[in-house]
């Protein structure tokens, strides 16, 4: 099945810096990467998503870039903000089988203002 | 966007109770639920796949007589933890697609305290 990595597991900003959130995934069949921000207790919603015919997706502060070859993807976040502040997770699945999403283990993200 | 409801969001019971935890899908019919456990700081692992109309589908390690799932409607399934124990005290959420790799709408989730 597929295994998805994420990397860094904690990552601390100031406020107005960029961070970057890495993923890397091992079944070259995926083509569906999502990410997912989860505050505390809630449910996670949906920041960004991209498919594997793109490279690069943009909205507005956040960014996605997608490598099929190396198999990784990363969550570019500009001008952090405080409310930025949640648990990040990335994503991926598949066109066929059951199409569940496999998580990655999640990157809790501070902005310290 | 599509809105799927979870109920309840937080419940305490007993060791040796079930407990029922039901997950709607109010804009479309969901063909697929998916049922996931999340323990305290960690990710989400999916724990079965809920087919209407048909038997759901478990991922390895997981009991299917503990943690029974009924899928009786295209618009709702549900998740019984039976003879429930403290270890199973986790936050439990369901997610549902609609249409293969798309976007997953989730559930509020459910806490499940077990004392």
């Known amino acids: 099945g597929e295994n998805v990595e994420q990397h860094p597991s904690t990552l601390s900003v100031q406020e107005g810096d960029s961070a970057v959130i890495k993923c890397t995934y091992s079944?070259?069949?995926?083509?569906?990467f999502p990410w997912y921000k989860q505050e505390l207790g809630k449910r996670p919603q949906l920041i960004i998503d991209?498919?594997?015919?793109?490279g690069e997706k943009k909205d507005q502060r956040i960014a996605v870039t997608l490598n099929k070859t190396a198999k990784h993807f990363s969550l570019h976040i500009t001008e952090t903000q405080p409310e930025d502040s949640a648990v990040y997770f990335c994503?991926?699945?598949?066109?066929?089988?059951?199409?569940?999403?496999?998580f990655g283990t999640g990157t809790r993200l501070t902005v310290i203002p | 966007g599509a809105v799927v409801s979870q109920h309840p969001s937080w419940v305490i019971c007993k060791s040796g109770t079930s407990v029922k935890i039901e997950c709607r899908s109010l804009d479309f019919q969901a063909t697929t639920m998916f049922w996931y456990r999340q323990f305290p700081k960690q990710s989400l692992m999916l724990m079965a796949t809920?087919?209407?109309?048909?038997?759901?589908?478990?991922e390895q390690g997981v009991e299917k007589d503990k943690f029974l799932i009924n899928h009786a409607s295209l618009t709702l399934s549900t998740l019984t933890v039976t003879s429930a124990h403290p270890e199973d005290s986790s936050f439990y959420i369901c997610?549902?697609?609609?249409?293969?790799?798309?976007?997953?709408?989730f559930g509020q989730g459910t806490r499940l305290t077990v004392v």
């Open positions: 809920s087919n209407e109309g048909s038997k759901a589908t478990y």
């Open positions: 991209i498919r594997s015919n793109v």
């Open positions: 079944d070259s069949a995926s083509n569906y």
């Open positions: 997610s549902t697609k609609r249409q293969l790799n798309t976007e997953a709408f």
């Open positions: 994503a991926a699945s598949q066109p066929t089988g059951a199409n569940n999403l496999f």
